[in-house]
């Protein structure tokens, strides 16, 4: 690294910076020039063009995926792939796979990464790229994206709201050995209804992928292992290509104009330039600098026309309530999605506010502003340290993106407006629901728990039989704490939050559910499809990361008794079928320490 | 709250092993104070005693009487136990939260108890109240304290913090979770070398 040399190109980017000291946080809106870390860091915010995430293209893998070049122990795939893509399972057969599999590559490997511009900060990268590159699937086109770790650190890779076989699902010890690469098999298939139909209800349309990896999953997000994917269903593209919705892609496999991904994550700064990581800090790391796709602070020019902003709360600990404004004054909008799922209806909103994991999908309308208008993302919720946030107050607000407003009317824009119909929803309904568990997240000697009890790769908590409706109960009983609760598998509908009805813009699918200080959240959820192991845990990476975390695994019912089969867990050892783990037998005797 | 203390006061000091790093060790933010242990022998704690080491700390007072004669023994456990797959040098450092009353011969009365006495690089140690707590305050074992309340002993961490100060990788877990967990734990966390290098000795 070459700091002197930043420290020269900085220090002639601003004429107005001005010298600040170490450290201090972010300066309300409309402030001139935000120093980070040290002087020479200092940029001016809002005159970075926001970078749009480029897309990942298809491959052709080699050996391909399921042989037995590339099976388990593999040289060339060591932890194979989900044996859910071999057998005749639901996910695999063919009617169900309408369109040819996709094939993608992805590489986990250090890099540098501008999040402030000039300053080449180390970072993790998938190929190299924070945050990485967008992964664009369709219902009924199964993906295999064979990820090979470069970087010399335990990794395993989360599709956050996706539906997929265990062996792909991010299981925290189902790792991707430095050097070794995994075969994630994404069916994209969709959950069947009781009917066997597919359940288009629950399709999926803004996920993101993250690191996942035992104890180092905050670690390795925060240096930049996030990345999103977005997925259409034929629902969707009916409501795109009837011009209701933004298109999803640009011309020529570009990324779309007018439906962009925002990641957020606050970051923090070294003197030299590097991210400030602090390996004590066990409540949640907070940054000072508010960053969007990678760059601190960027600005984007608008048409006058709608946009599908998809925003992700990929920040570690950080709460954010947001909202669009023009000269102080905010600006209403449209909510179309929580976490993975489209609303029933376009929701008017005039504020989002969001937990890590979460993402929220709205429209906002340029077309009312003449050419020339600057508008903002503002973040209004103010949070000091990763407990909680401290509460929304508009004199804290801080810019995250500038909007730039030029052009004319666009003639001809997208239908969406208040009310507009999305994706349908058939609510479950508690009496469905064959068996109620109750998950009490508590902090107790500075240790984060559930139940009482750390989160163990070698038992299952929880062993629901496959196809069941469950009700779920949250409580957060750790006393001056958030804990957004994110189970895999499946997505869920919240019934009640401390004993009311939601607000409407969580009453319908969630996959990270907002389980602030002292709350209680109800919520059903089916599992199906996939049988287990799948973890539960706490979106705070840092909380996560210190076994804020439960396994449940579903299991499928004998079809020669009808009773539900085994857990895989004998409580003593990880016991794991390596077809299901990705890990040779032999690797979990040799180091046990990475199986704890 | 203040932004946390910037763990860079030393500067930029470049790090071979942590090419992706971030902050700078964790020694070099711990107070530079002298701690005496239950042999009564001054030990500088920064850097005679963690910098650039493994090291695995738990923190008591000898008047607990429920939980922290449990934690010695759960710790013992993990000693052997780390003892029997380890060749590599770590240390285990036992703080007294109670420095006022915990001397040095009353440290070495309870270690002797608990039958922890005998390792020589298992510590155990007290000293000047006012330097005992900024040591406790840098390793976060201490609940945050209101404003103008007193700091209890009993409220301090459950916590067993492990670490190796020269990859800058730490960790913590309950003392209370139990002693495979945590000597493998710090086998993972604290790992002396690459893990794609003992991963790929493994597949030799």
């Keep these: 690294?070459?700091?002197?040399?930043?420290?020269?190109?900085?220090?002639?980017?601003?004429?107005?910076?001005?010298?600040?000291?170490?450290?201090?946080?972010?300066?309300?809106?409309?402030?001139?020039?935000?120093?980070?870390?040290?002087?020479?860091?200092?940029?001016?915010?809002?005159?970075?063009?926001?970078?749009?995430?480029?897309?990942?293209?298809?491959?052709?893998?080699?050996?391909?995926?399921?042989?037995?070049?590339?099976?388990?122990?593999?040289?060339?795939?060591?932890?194979?792939?989900?044996?859910?893509?071999?057998?005749?399972?639901?996910?695999?057969v063919k009617e169900r796979a309408r369109y040819p599999e996709k094939h993608y590559r992805l590489e986990m490997r250090e890099t540098t990464h501008q999040w402030i511009p000039g300053v080449d900060t180390p970072a993790l990268g998938y190929n190299g790229i924070v945050p990485g590159p967008l992964l664009r699937a369709r219902i009924g086109e199964p993906a295999v994206v064979r990820v090979t770790n470069r970087a010399d650190v335990e990794a395993s890779l989360h599709l956050h709201g996706g539906h997929n076989p265990a062996h792909a699902d991010g299981h925290p010890c189902f790792y991707i050995f430095p050097g070794r690469s995994r075969d994630y098999y994404y069916p994209f298939a969709l959950p069947l209804s009781a009917d066997g139909q597919p359940d288009v209800e629950h399709a999926v349309s803004t996920l993101w992928y993250h690191d996942h990896g035992n104890d180092v999953t905050a670690r390795n997000v925060m240096f930049g292992l996030a990345g999103l994917c977005l997925v259409t269903d034929d629902l969707e593209e009916r409501l795109i290509a009837d011009r209701v919705l933004p298109p999803i892609d640009g011309p020529g496999g570009a990324p779309s104009a007018y439906d962009i991904p925002l990641a957020l994550i606050d970051q923090a700064f070294n003197r030299d330039g590097s991210l400030r990581w602090d390996p004590l800090d066990f409540d949640g790391r907070i940054g000072d600098v508010p960053t969007v796709n990678g760059v601190a602070q960027p600005f984007l020019a608008v048409e006058r026309r709608k946009y599908r902003f998809r925003l992700l709360c990929s920040s570690l600990a950080r709460v954010y309530h947001l909202r669009i404004v023009r000269g102080g004054t905010a600006v209403p909008f449209l909510q179309i999605a929580n976490d993975a799922f489209l609303l029933p209806q376009a929701e008017p909103v005039s504020s989002v506010e969001f937990v890590p994991g979460n993402r929220a999908d709205i429209i906002v309308d340029f077309s009312a502003f003449p050419a020339g208008t600057e508008l903002y993302l503002q973040n209004i919720m103010e949070q000091t340290n990763g407990r909680k946030p401290k509460g929304v107050d508009p004199r804290a607000a801080v810019n995250?993106?500038?909007?730039?407003?030029?052009?004319?009317?666009?003639?001809?824009?997208v239908t969406v407006a208040a009310g507009t119909p999305l994706r349908p929803l058939t609510p479950l309904h508690p009496s469905e629901a064959t068996a109620t568990r109750r998950w009490s997240f508590e902090r107790r000697k500075g240790a984060w728990m559930i139940n009482e009890d750390f989160w163990s790769p070698f038992r299952s908590q929880a062993t629901p039989v496959l196809g069941a409706v469950?009700?779920?109960?949250?409580?957060?009983?750790?006393?001056?704490?958030?804990?957004?609760?994110h189970p895999h598998l499946e997505g869920h509908q919240i019934i009640s939050i401390n004993g009311r009805t939601p607000p409407r813009t969580l009453r319908y699918h969630s996959d990270t559910s907002p389980l602030a200080d002292?709350?209680?959240?109800?919520?059903?959820?089916?599992?199906?499809?996939?049988?287990?192991?799948?973890?539960?845990?706490?979106?705070?990476?840092?909380?996560?990361?210190?076994?804020?975390?439960?396994?449940?695994?579903?299991?499928?019912?004998?079809?020669?008794?009808?009773?539900?089969?085994p857990s895989l867990f004998n409580g003593r050892t990880f016991s794991v079928p390596p077809a299901i783990s990705g890990i040779p037998a032999a690797d979990v005797a040799a180091h046990p320490e990475l199986f704890t | 709250m203040a932004a946390p203390e910037a763990s860079t006061s030393a500067g930029f000091r470049p790090r071979p092993r942590e090419r992706v790093g971030a902050a700078g060790a964790v020694s070099a933010r711990l107070p530079d104070v002298v701690l005496r242990n239950h042999r009564d022998e001054p030990r500088r704690l920064r850097e005679e005693l963690v910098a650039g080491q493994r090291v695995l700390l738990s923190f008591l007072y000898t008047r607990c009487e429920?939980?922290?004669?449990?934690?010695?023994?759960?710790?013992?456990?993990?000693?052997?136990?780390?003892?029997?797959?380890?060749?590599?040098?770590?240390?285990?450092?036992?703080?007294?939260?109670?420095?006022?009353?915990?001397?040095?011969?009353?440290?070495?009365?309870?270690?002797?108890?608990?039958?922890?006495?005998?390792?020589?690089?298992?510590?155990?140690?007290?000293?000047?109240?006012?330097?005992?707590?900024?040591?406790?305050?840098?390793?976060?074992?201490?609940?945050?304290?209101?404003?103008?309340?007193?700091?209890?002993?009993?409220?301090?961490?459950?916590?067993?913090?492990?670490?190796?100060?020269?990859?800058?990788?730490?960790?913590?877990?309950?003392?209370?979770?139990?002693?495979?967990?945590?000597?493998?734990?710090?086998?993972?966390?604290?790992?002396?070398?690459?893990?794609?290098?003992?991963?790929?000795?493994?597949?030799?």
């Design chain 1, 518 to 565: 002292g709350m209680t959240i109800e919520i059903l959820l089916h599992l199906r499809t996939y049988t287990g192991p799948f973890v539960m845990h706490c979106h705070n990476n840092n909380h996560e990361d210190m076994r804020m975390m439960v396994q449940f695994e579903t299991v499928a019912r004998d079809p020669a008794t009808g009773r539900p089969r």
């Design chain 1, 1 to 92: 690294m070459t700091p002197l040399t930043r420290r020269t190109f900085l220090a002639g980017s601003s004429a107005a910076a001005v010298a600040f000291p170490h450290l201090q946080l972010v300066p309300k809106a409309g402030a001139a020039a935000v120093p980070v870390g040290a002087p020479s860091l200092r940029y001016v915010p809002h005159t970075t063009p926001l970078p749009i995430p480029g897309r990942l293209a298809p491959t052709t893998l080699n050996p391909a995926p399921g042989t037995p070049e590339a099976a388990v122990g593999s040289a060339a795939v060591y932890h194979g792939i989900a044996p859910e893509y071999q057998r005749g399972h639901p996910a695999g």
């Design chain 1, 400 to 413: 995250l993106l500038k909007f730039v407003v030029s052009g004319g009317v666009v003639p001809n824009d």
């Design chain 2, 66 to 204: 429920e939980v922290c004669p449990r934690t010695v023994e759960q710790l013992r456990e993990v000693y052997h136990h780390l003892r029997a797959r380890e060749t590599g040098p770590f240390r285990f450092l036992t703080l007294s939260v109670d420095p006022a009353y915990d001397t040095p011969e009353r440290l070495l009365r309870y270690a002797v108890r608990r039958g922890a006495a005998g390792f020589p690089d298992w510590e155990f140690l007290t000293g000047e109240p006012a330097d005992v707590a900024a040591v406790l305050r840098a390793w976060r074992a201490v609940e945050p304290v209101e404003p103008g309340g007193v700091e209890d002993p009993s409220s301090h961490t459950g916590m067993v913090v492990l670490g190796n100060d020269a990859t800058h990788r730490w960790s913590a877990i309950a003392a209370g979770a139990g002693p495979d967990l945590i000597a493998n734990l710090f086998l993972r966390v604290a790992r002396p070398g690459s893990l794609g290098a003992s991963l790929a000795r493994t597949a030799e």
């Design chain 1, 470 to 485: 469950e009700r779920w109960i949250f409580e957060n009983k750790s006393g001056g704490w958030w804990h957004p609760a």
